[in-house]
C-alpha cells in the first residue's frame, strides 16, 4: 500500500500598502484530520471564506476553527484537500450508527444518509454545490441508484446528491474540493 503524502503548498496573495500584488503566505496546509482513525481519509484544510461576495482585504486573514467542520460556512465556500486510502473492510462493514459517529466526527452528523439497504455506509447529503477534482489516482463516486470511477483530471460537479466515495483501487487516491454554501429548492422530495 502506498503512504500517504500529507504535504503540499498552499500560496496566499494579497497587496502591499502600495497596493501592488504580493504573497502573503507560502507554506504546506497548517491543519489536517485523520477522520475515523486507520483506513479513513485525512482532510487538509487550504481555505474557507465566511461571506458572498467575499469581502477582498489587502492582507487576507485565515479564520481558524477549532476542529474540521463538513460543509462551508452559510453564505461561504470551503477548498479541502482528501486523500483516500484504499477501503477496506473497517469502512464496508461499518453500521448505520457509526456511520453517523463519523460525521458527527466531521462537525455534520445531519449529513449521514446511511440505511440499511444503501449502496454505501457512508453515504451522505450536504446543502452544497461542490466541485470534486481528482488529482492523483482513481476513486469510485456512489450515487443512489448508479456508480462511476473517477481518475485523475476528471472533474466532478457534485450538485447536492446523495453520494459516497470508494477507493477500490488499491492506492491512494487524492481530490481536491471546493464547497459552495447552496440551499434545496421546493421543485422534488429529498429522502434519507
Given at each position: 500500500m502506498e503512504t500517504q503524502n500529507n504535504t503540499f503548498r498552499r500560496i496566499v496573495t494579497g497587496h502591499n500598502s502600495e497596493g501592488k500584488a504580493i504573497i502573503i503566505n507560502d507554506s504546506s496546509?497548517?491543519?489536517?484530520?485523520?477522520?475515523?482513525?486507520?483506513?479513513g481519509?485525512?482532510?487538509?484544510?487550504?481555505?474557507?471564506?465566511?461571506?458572498?461576495?467575499?469581502?477582498?482585504?489587502?492582507?487576507?486573514?485565515?479564520?481558524?476553527?477549532?476542529?474540521?467542520?463538513?460543509?462551508?460556512?452559510k453564505n461561504g465556500t470551503r477548498i479541502r484537500v482528501i486523500e483516500f486510502p484504499p477501503e477496506g473492510d473497517e469502512i464496508r462493514n461499518l453500521t448505520e450508527k457509526e456511520a453517523a459517529e463519523?460525521?458527527?466526527?466531521m462537525g455534520d452528523e445531519k449529513a449521514s444518509t446511511s440505511s440499511?439497504?444503501?449502496?454505501?455506509?457512508?453515504?451522505?447529503?450536504?446543502?452544497?454545490?461542490d466541485y470534486g477534482i481528482v488529482l492523483e489516482g482513481e476513486i469510485t463516486m456512489i450515487l443512489d441508484q448508479?456508480?462511476?470511477?473517477?481518475?485523475?483530471?476528471?472533474?466532478?460537479?457534485?450538485?447536492?446528491?446523495n453520494h459516497a466515495?470508494?477507493?477500490?483501487?488499491?492506492?491512494?487516491?487524492?481530490m481536491a474540493f471546493v464547497l459552495i454554501d447552496g440551499q434545496f429548492t421546493n421543485d422534488f422530495?429529498?429522502?434519507?
Open positions: 496546509t497548517v491543519n489536517s484530520y485523520l477522520v475515523g482513525g486507520k483506513g481519509p485525512t482532510f487538509f484544510e487550504v481555505w474557507h471564506t465566511v461571506e458572498t461576495p467575499v469581502l477582498i482585504h489587502p492582507q487576507p486573514d485565515e479564520i481558524d476553527e477549532a476542529h474540521l467542520i463538513l460543509p462551508p460556512p463519523k460525521f458527527k466526527s440499511e439497504g444503501a449502496p454505501h455506509p457512508l453515504m451522505h447529503r450536504t446543502e452544497t454545490l448508479e456508480e462511476t470511477t473517477i481518475k485523475a483530471g476528471d472533474i466532478v460537479i457534485q450538485v447536492g446528491t466515495w470508494a477507493n477500490r483501487s488499491g492506492k491512494i487516491c487524492r422530495n429529498l429522502k434519507k
